[in-house]
T-cell receptor, first 115, second 115 residues
Framework: GAGVSQSPRYKVAKRGQDVALRCDPISGHVSLFWYQQALGQGPEFLTYFQNEAQLDKSGLPSDRFFAERPEGSVSTLKIQRTQQEDSAVYLC?????????????FGEGSWLTVV | SQKIEQNSEALNIQEGKTATLTCNYTNYSPAYLQWYRQDPGRGPVFLLLIRENEKEKRKERLKVTFDTTLKQSLFHITASQPADSATYLCALGLAGGTSYGKLTFGQGTILTVHP
């Protein structure tokens, strides 16, 4: 596609509910990132994929957070047993290559509100 | 501890003036630094990248400087326009490791250009 596509754009979840957020990166992009952005803050790194391999998950805040990219294209970020502190915008980003310094393209984000 | 600070949460200037935004960091040795623009409800959009061995980069009305001794980057928008109003984020990229392209963001500066 023309850009990074994320769905759903908005999600309201009851506390304790599981949610799944989807990311369609730009076609052919090797690198895929997930970031979390709280209101009024900059994005914070969650996890990184190079093709289907999850090479860095150091930013995942707890074992309730899980991400996958099984075929090296579409990625899903899953949050189990959501808590209020999980309320944030979840941004997906992709870049063409794996080398650092490449342009990273962000999606519009999935806005999660846990009530 | 590691810290990235964007001086001024908000910056207000008159149309036609030069906007200067500051990004300071401590206890990082970034290989490169990027600047992004983010509009309300949208994902960040890449503007400029500058590497550690570069002093200055320009793109149209934008200029970025990078001083690794002062641990500071300055981002300038010349001949500013109301359409430049947005949040501007700086982000550090570190070389090596397994997350090629992983970025650490500042909290952002909200720029408002008044007509």
């Amino acid at each position: 596609g023309a850009g990074v596509s994320q769905s759903p754009r908005y999600k309201v979840a009851k506390r304790g509910q599981d949610v799944a957020l989807r990311c369609d990166p730009i076609s052919g992009h090797v690198s895929l990132f997930w970031y979390q952005q709280a209101l009024g803050q900059g994005p914070e790194f969650l996890t990184y994929f190079q093709n289907e391999a999850q090479l860095d998950k150091s930013g995942l805040p707890s074992d309730r957070f899980f991400a996958e990219r099984p075929e090296g294209s579409v990625s899903t970020l899953k949050i189990q047993r959501t808590q209020q502190e999980d309320s944030a915008v979840y941004l997906c980003a992709s870049s063409r290559d794996r080398g650092f310094g490449n342009t990273i393209y962000f999606g519009e984000g999935s806005w999660l509100t846990v009530v | 501890s590691q810290k990235i600070e964007q001086n001024s949460e908000a910056l207000n200037i008159q149309e036609g003036k030069t906007a200067t935004l500051t990004c300071n960091y401590t206890n990082y040795s970034p290989a490169y630094l990027q600047w992004y623009r983010q509009d309300p409800g949208r994902g960040p959009v890449f503007l400029l990248l500058i590497r550690e061995n570069e002093k200055e980069k320009r793109k149209e009305r934008l200029k970025v400087t990078f001083d690794t001794t002062l641990k500071q980057s300055l981002f300038h928008i010349t001949a500013s326009q109301p359409a430049d109003s947005a949040t501007y984020l700086c982000a550090l990229g570190l070389a090596g490791g397994t997350s090629y392209g992983k970025l650490t963001f500042g909290q952002g500066t909200i720029l408002t250009v008044h007509p």
